[in-house]
């Protein structure tokens, strides 16, 4: 069984910085794309920022500028440094691991989540 389990998040004062972290663990043989999603309340989940396993990115562009996502591929970590951070940055923050190869199937999983608030 695969599992993510994400660290990082808390509340910061606009321009602040936080950065986000997501292990994945369990019987994986590689994992394609790693990326961070986000649902603030009443707004669907929208895509953040993503990686591939050779390093190739894609942002939101509300992010652009402002966060850098970076991954260690022998630790199965994603990592997400957000810099300039403003009150419409506040909302859950997802990750997602994508083409997950494990023993015996290829599928895609989720973390928990972790809260990102921005407020003064």
């Known amino acids: 069984q695969v599992q993510l389990v994400e660290s990082g998040g808390g509340l910061v004062q606009p321009g602040g910085s936080l950065r986000l972290s997501c292990a994945a663990s369990?019987?994986?043989?590689?994992?394609?794309?790693m990326g961070w999603h986000r649902q603030a309340p009443g707004k669907q989940r929208e895509l953040v920022a993503a990686i591939t396993t050779g390093g190739s990115t894609n942002y939101a562009d509300s992010v652009k500028g402002r966060f850098t996502i970076f991954r260690d591929n022998a630790k199965n970590t994603v990592y997400l440094q957000m810099n300039s951070l403003k009150p419409e940055d506040t909302a859950v923050y997802y990750c997602?691991?994508?083409?997950?190869?494990?023993?015996?199937?290829?599928?895609?999983?989720w973390g928990q989540g972790t809260q990102v608030t921005v407020s003064s």
């Open positions: 369990g019987h994986i043989f590689s994992i394609n794309a």
């Open positions: 997602k691991a994508a083409d997950v190869h494990t023993t015996s199937r290829i599928d895609d999983y």
